[in-house]
């Protein structure tokens, strides 16, 4: 039997009659909610390609009220269809897995780097039971609901669940298991056993990283999680013949091992009894000892005297120069750790007993386990000799405390720098109990004793490593706009995030019209900044249409004969200006309560019959907009259009032949009020976009005009609405209806062909994109600033948020500097990596002019840079490495994962430095602090 396209298959097997598309919107609507609101562990959701999908999406017209045509978009799971779609055929999941015909269910493969949203979308397991009883297809891809995190919990869907390599020790055959990483060693014997149909008893797993044996895997209902087990890493089977292990562990009748044969230890072990076996045979003399396995997180006994490493040993062995293994997309963790165990104070430190530090009561804090994590895997790389070592347990703590790094994406280098120096702040804050400090307000107290005031009070509550070297204060003043009141704090910071200021220039032709009608309208061609904002277009277009000061420039983009936007965010940026688009500006009075009068064109489009009732209305011509006194009525419009429309009036026209009152020999517009809260371009409805035709529907309700040509060539306007008056603030569009008749009386041209902002010719040179220097980035960091309009400031006088104005100052240096170069940019409409080369300086880096405390006792703001956190390759990927230095020896080495290579001074300054460490340095007894001697070590 024939299946007809209409319908679909139920499970008995007739054919069902399918629902209407909205009501199929309805009910997956309401089963999201559902799920939505009752979030629980282990509760299914299903992967669905995005591109099934979206034809679903269009055929329901899913979410089009909850998102507006967006014509820059090109996302599909952004663009809102403005047309209904077919029914989509079966769920079709084929282009986002790899395995479908070798497994089901959860262990069907997806195809690696799949992005939510573009790739597929997540729906609880009742909305992909109704679409499939609709539309049948597959394969079904169930995915579990798990939680992250231990301070704060959060819900994700294992889109990718773990997957094992399991290698039998019997014939060395390979099986792959996959399982979440929230199941228990036991659910892993369990299906091992089941696969190889062995007995429990007689089966045992070792955990195999790296083709060593590290540690036998014990069943019980430890997670796999928590067993630091990786993506793709290699099992071990061993199963137990004639009582005898592989591994030479015999059992007596009582299942009890009878001898034991060491294990081939790993290369990256490190003995500590009698003090660190380094890779080349040396140890120290110390008499303590951890061995391979044991983490510091079991707790102070397990460490005693093993801090006690001294420096001494480590440059025996070139310490510092061990790797760290990829586990899969953490060249991002490798890059940001390399930098910070190379920092000598933190090296310092941690090499030594730091037990007495830890704060497990901090509730802010992890526990300790963070330092206590970080701190093995420092005296690791340190005492390795260049072994590579694989920080396993390292990132199973990260995701364990931050679950925004759990998994195998790539993420930010400096975000997890971010995460690690608080968090290792919190659990090595010396302080048990924060006190409770009221700030004091300043009182026009000396800048200095505010300052050290508030320092003060930081050190009351935060004591740890990282506020003595990594924590510096900066000064911020803010100035309230309207009643001038000024606020400063002081305030710490543990880094300092840098704007990088392009060079780089932009032609933008932007068309100047005459708001009050004094001239015809120009194109002006203008070169501002590539990154800049609209507030600097509005600058440079002012200054080369010589505006004047009780002026304004309004801009708007015009897009098919309408305003599509007005362009009024000052902090917009202008790369959301396309260079094929329309953009015209202006120029409307500076004066306050005026009502905004906006002006599009139609024109009656020829028809075979003599009625025009039957003509369709098109739009045609660059829109005007020109300004209206309040209180305001009919011939104020009248007056207005007739003053806007002056100068491209011709010399002659007719006027004998007008018939007043006509509308066939006249315009006719129709006005809408409306209110400056939603945008020129929406008409109150929903804030949809209307058509002309619901622009005509809606005027007939609201208010309507006619305008009429006098027999003198004049313009008249009267209400057809009684009483019609505009309220302040509103504004009012007017739709003119063009003639051949007015065409002779007006000359269009003027007001048809609008220039692009920017045509790329054959004989444009491509400029390169020159360098900056730090200093510049610092300068841009630090210059004053409105705050924008998400980020209002309540100004305690005006009792109301405010646009302040922002400035920052540097008022006290930490020894360790960290400079975050803001290469990622986001915005609306954009997301950006600019690859622009900063010029920074390497030996003596002189901050003083930046610093605003006066006080010469201080120490030096003279830094010098040891390491480097680089950033290759564009956004949603790339690749990460360092550059670091070991002061002993005055080299430097790249750190590429767990490559690790000598590298020239000169060859470190790249443009993929995405993070700076500098360590402050020491100056000469004899020499002022204005005079900074060679860099030497501080530490």
């Known amino acids: 039997m024939t ?115 573009s790739d597929y979308v997540l729906v609880p397991q009742q909305v992909w039971e109704k679409l499939f009883d609709w539309y049948k297809g597959g394969p079904a891809l169930p995915r579990k609901l798990i939680s992250h995190g231990v301070v ?148 102070s006994a397990d460490m005693e005297d093993g801090f006690n490493i001294s420096k001494t040993a480590i440059k025996a062995d070139k310490g510092g120069l061990a790797g760290l293994q990829n586990l899969g997309n953490t060249c991002f963790m490798n890059s940001a750790l390399q930098c910070l165990v190379h920092t000598p104070p933190l090296v310092e430190y941690f090499l030594q007993d730091y037990t007495d530090e830890i704060n497990r009561q901090n509730p802010l804090g992890l526990h300790g386990e963070l330092a206590l994590a970080f701190g093995e895997l420092l005296r690791k790389l340190w005492s390795s000799g260049r072994t590579t070592i694989a920080p396993r347990a390292f990132k199973g703590k990260v995701a364990r405390f931050a679950p925004q790094f759990s998994g195998f994406n790539q993420h930010d280098s400096q975000e997890l720098l971010a995460f690690l120096l608080d968090g290792l702040h919190e659990d090595l804050n010396r302080v048990k109990q924060k006190p409770y400090i009221e700030t004091k307000d300043t009182d026009g107290r000396p800048d200095g004793e505010v300052a050290d005031e508030c320092w003060r009070y930081h050190k009351v509550r935060n004591d740890s490593i990282i506020v003595d070297v990594c924590q510096g204060q900066y000064k911020s003043t803010l100035v309230c706009p309207v009643c001038n009141k000024i606020s400063i704090t002081f305030d710490p910071f543990m880094y300092l995030s840098l704007p990088l200021p392009s060079t780089a220039t932009r032609t933008l032709t932007v068309t100047v019209f005459y708001g009050d009608g004094s001239g015809l309208p120009m194109p002006y061609t203008v070169t501002v900044l590539k990154q800049g904002c609209f507030k600097d277009l509005c600058q440079a277009l002012g200054t080369a249409c010589c505006l004047r000061s009780d002026e304004t420039l309004l801009l708007a983009e015009v897009y098919e004969h309408r305003i599509y936007r007005y362009l009024e965010s000052p902090l917009e940026p202008l790369p959301s200006i396309k260079d094929d688009e329309y953009i015209v500006a202006y120029r409307l009075p500076k004066r306050s309560g005026l009502t905004r009068l906006e002006i ?134 007017v739709m003119l209806d063009w003639t051949d008749k007015e065409r002779e009386l007006y000359d269009a041209n003027y007001l048809k062909a609008l220039p ?55 008022w006290r240096l930490p020894d360790i500097l960290v400079f975050h170069l803001k290469r990622f940019s986001y915005s609306r409409y954009l997301k950006n990596k600019l690859d622009t080369f900063v010029n920074f300086p390497i030996h003596n880096l002189d901050l003083s002019k930046y610093v605003k405390c006066n006080d010469t006792s201080r120490q030096s703001n003279v830094y010098e840079l040891y390491a480097i956190s680089n950033h290759y390759g564009g956004l949603g990927g790339g690749h990460y490495s360092a550059y670091a230095k070991l002061i002993d020896e005055n080299k430097w080495y790249h750190f590429d994962d767990s490559h690790v290579s000598p590298v020239s001074e000169a060859d470190i300054k790249t443009s993929a430095a995405y993070v700076l460490f500098y360590r402050r340095v020491k100056v000469e007894p004899n020499i002022g602090l204005g005079e900074p001697s060679q860099a030497q070590e501080n530490f």
């Not at 011939?635 to 009036?649: C, G, Y």
């Not at 600033?785 to 948020?801: A, S």
């Open 3 to 117: 299946i007809p396209d209409s319908g679909y298959m139920m499970e008995n097997g007739a054919i069902g009659i399918p629902l209407a598309p909205e009501e199929e919107k309805r009910i997956v609507k309401d089963l999201t909610n559902q799920a939505e609101s009752n979030l629980q562990e282990g509760s299914l959701y299903y992967v669905i390609s995005n591109r099934w999908f979206t034809s679903w999406q269009k055929y329901t017209g899913l979410d089009i009220g909850a998102y507006l045509f967006d014509k820059h978009s090109t996302d599909a799971h952004s663009l809102v269809l403005s047309k209904p779609g077919d029914r989509p055929g079966p769920i079709d999941n084929s282009d986002i897995v790899l395995n479908e015909h070798d497994c089901d269910g959860e262990d069907l493969e997806l195809r690696k780097t799949l992005e939510e949203g």
């Open 152 to 299: 704060n919990k959060q819900f994700n869907v294992e889109v990718y669940p773990l997957c094992l390599k399991l290698i039998d020790s019997r014939d060395n055959s390979q099986s792959v298991i996959r399982l979440s990483k929230k199941a228990s060693l036991h659910e892993l014997y369990e299906r091992v056993c089941a696969l190889k149909e062995v007995e429990r008893e007689k089966a045992r797993i070792w955990d195999y990283f790296n083709k060593q044996k590290h540690s036998m895997l014990k069943d019980s209902n430890q997670t796999l999680e928590k067993s630091e087990l990786q993506m793709d890493q290699d099992l071990l089977l061993e199963i137990q013949l004639d009582g005898f292990w592989p591994s030479g562990f015999g059992m007596d009748s009582t299942g009890n091992e009878l001898a034991l044969v060491p294990l081939e230890p790993s290369r990256s072990s490190v003995s500590i009894a009698g003090g660190p076996a380094f890779s080349n045979g040396h140890s120290t003399s110390y008499a303590s000892s951890f061995h391979q396995g044991n983490t510091l997180s079991s707790g």
């Open 600 to 733: 599009c064109h139609r024109y009656l489009e020829k028809c075979l019959s003599d009625n025009l009732k039957g003509s369709d209305k098109k739009l045609f011509l660059t829109p005007l907009v020109t300004y209206l006194e309040n209180p305001l009525t009919g011939p104020d419009i009248d007056l207005a259009v007739r003053n806007v429309l002056s100068p491209f009036r011709k010399k002659t026209y007719f006027s004998s032949t007008s018939i007043h009152g006509s509308k066939e020999n006249g315009y006719s517009s129709e006005a809408i009020d409306e209110s400056t809260n939603s945008s020129a371009t929406h008409c109150g409805h929903g804030n949809k976009l209307m058509d002309s035709t619901e622009l005509e529907e809606m005027s007939c309700k609201e208010l309507t005009f006619q305008l009429f040509i006098t027999e003198d060539g004049g313009l008249t306007c009267r209400s057809i609405l009684k009483e019609s008056l505009v309220k302040t603030g509103q504004m009012v569009k």
């Open 756 to 810: 692009e902002v920017h045509v790329t010719g054959l004989t444009m040179k491509k400029t390169r994109q020159e360098a900056i220097s730090l200093f510049s980035c610092l300068d841009a960091f630090l210059k004053e600033e409105p705050l924008g309009p998400d980020d209002m400031w309540y100004c305690p006088r005006c009792k109301e948020h405010r646009q302040a104005t922002k400035k920052l100052d540097l």
